[in-house]
T-cell receptor, first 115, second 115 residues
Framework: EPEVTQTPSHQVTQMGQEVILRCVPISNHLYFYWYRQILGQKVEFLVSFYNNEISEKSEIFDDQFSVERPDGSNFTLKIRSTKLEDSAMYFC?????????????FGPGTRLLVL | AQKVTQAQTEISVVEKEDVTLDCVYETRDTTYYLFWYKQPPSGELVFLIRRNSFDEQNEISGRYSWNFQKSTSSFNFTITASQVVDSAVYFCALSEAGGAQKLVFGQGTRLTINP
């Protein structure tokens, strides 16, 4: 069964460093998302991406964040200068054709720890 | 604005008991979709069910059942004859039909099934 994959599974970085989180969505999917879950809290939407551009972003997704689909398979989230409060689990999700109410399938997550 | 409330932060039951997880939502849209996801201790988000706003039929899948009531804006989830493997955090989520269809999650309910 096709699945969303994410790398790395864990990342530890120093405050102020740049990190890139990588995702490979399900191959024929067209809509891509990043969500964040701070430890013990709910899952929060960060950004959605379709047709090589951001379609919606949340207040959390400030200028320190960017997303890119550098090739036909990868979807990346970059944090330019990490802060302590960026420590969280980051989930990538993909959705097929964008039919109304279609299911988003999530990757296993990347646990980011900023020291 | 969309909002999902899961008032039960934690529930603990003994194996084989039935347990119901509550979910109440708010939306101004007439077309919307409701989801339940399971997050086991390993951390991934596993899709369980999707329900659209026009379909109030209850659904049963094995030991799982869902009760959708538009009149009370609720989408409750019942596990019958619970098992230890059901222990996880369960999230209810909502997406509206327009735009990027981002998911808005509730706070989650941590369910512990004791042997």
């Amino acid at each position: 069964e096709p699945e969303v994959t994410q790398t790395p599974s864990h990342q530890v970085t120093q405050m102020g460093q740049e990190v890139i989180l990588r995702c490979v969505p399900i191959s024929n999917h067209l809509y891509f998302y990043w969500y964040r879950q701070i430890l013990g809290q709910k899952v929060e939407f960060l950004v959605s991406f379709y047709n090589n551009e951001i379609s919606e972003k949340s207040e959390i997704f400030d200028d320190q964040f960017s997303v890119e689909r550098p090739d036909g398979s990868n979807f990346t989230l970059k944090i330019r200068s990490t802060k302590l409060e960026d420590s969280a689990m980051y989930f990538c999700a993909s959705m097929g054709s964008g039919r109304i109410g279609e299911t988003q399938y999530f990757g296993p997550g990347t646990r980011l720890l900023v020291l | 604005a969309q909002k999902v409330t899961q008032a039960q932060t934690e529930i603990s039951v003994v194996e084989k008991e039935d347990v119901t997880l509550d979910c109440v939502y708010e939306t101004r849209d007439t077309t919307y979709y409701l989801f339940w996801y399971k997050q086991p201790p390993s951390g991934e988000l596993v899709f369980l069910i999707r329900r659209n706003s026009f379909d109030e039929q209850n659904e049963i899948s094995g030991r799982y059942s869902w009760n959708f009531q538009k009149s009370t804006s609720s989408f409750n989830f019942t596990i019958t004859a619970s098992q230890v493997v059901d222990s996880a955090v369960y999230f209810c989520a909502l997406s509206e039909a327009g735009g990027a269809q981002k998911l808005v999650f509730g706070q989650g309910t941590r369910l512990t099934i004791n042997p």
